[in-house]
């Protein structure tokens, strides 16, 4: 299994406090994703990172932002939390080649109540 | 815009039976994943198609690719409860970010 990490794996909290997930990879790969799974929508991309320093958005990035100081370290950060957010977050790691297969975290569950 | 459709979204079927699931897209695209995912899990990589008419099997399971149609089938044969999960298409929309959409996925139930 590729060496991906997600922190915290559940999370409850209130709407409008801010929230910060954390992906930790030990694989070194270039690419890094936040998706989130919501029924009836498969995966959605919020954001994704192709280096340290070097983000962009997905398709469902409003509310959420990123960071990446580090080649091992994606912080998915909610500002101001709301239950639209409450899903199922992912993070994803790909590298350059051939296939650039996306290997997954094992997930987030985050309730905004 | 790149929209990926699957069909049937659900499906229950019998062991050792044969059924076919659809992936469909709707601009060109000549790279597509098959992922698994089991209830409260992660999602599993199954199959990456990197061209028109690849073909791969792994166990029960086969995938293949059209890219011409923009349609890709992932085939049960002689289906057993363990296969029993959602089963994701996914289909990259620009190369070198990789930015990968989703179908909306299909969860198959396989009774005994």
């Known amino acids: 299994d590729a060496g991906i990490t997600q922190s915290p794996r559940h999370k409850v909290t209130e709407t409008g406090t801010p929230v910060t997930l954390r992906c930790h990879q030990t694989?070194?790969?270039?690419?890094m994703y936040w998706y989130r799974q919501d029924p009836g929508h498969g995966l959605r991309l919020i954001h994704y990172?192709?280096?340290?320093?070097?983000?962009d958005k997905g398709e469902v990035s409003d509310g959420y932002s990123v960071s990446r100081s580090k080649t091992e370290d994606f912080l998915l950060t909610l500002e101001s939390a709301t239950s639209s957010q409450t899903s199922v977050y992912f993070c994803a790691i790909s590298e350059i080649g051939q296939s650039y297969e996306q290997y997954f975290g094992p997930g987030t569950r985050l309730t905004v109540t | 815009e790149l929209k990926v459709e699957q069909n049937p979204l659900f499906l229950s079927m019998q062991e050792g039976k044969n059924y076919t699931i659809y992936c469909n897209y709707s601009t060109t695209s000549d790279r597509l994943y098959w992922y698994r995912q089991d209830p409260g899990k992660s999602l599993e990589s199954l199959f990456v198609?990197?061209?028109?008419?690849a073909v791969k099997q792994e166990g029960r399971l086969m995938a293949s690719l059209d890219t011409k149609a923009r349609l890709s089938t992932l085939h049960i044969t002689a289906a057993v409860h363990d296969l029993s999960a959602t089963y994701f298409c996914a289909v990259v929309r620009i190369q070198g970010a990789q930015k990968l959409v989703f179908g909306q996925g299909t969860r198959l139930t396989i009774n005994p």
């Open positions: 990172s192709y280096g340290v320093k070097d983000t």
């Open positions: 198609l990197l061209s028109n008419g």
């Open positions: 694989e070194n790969h270039r690419y």
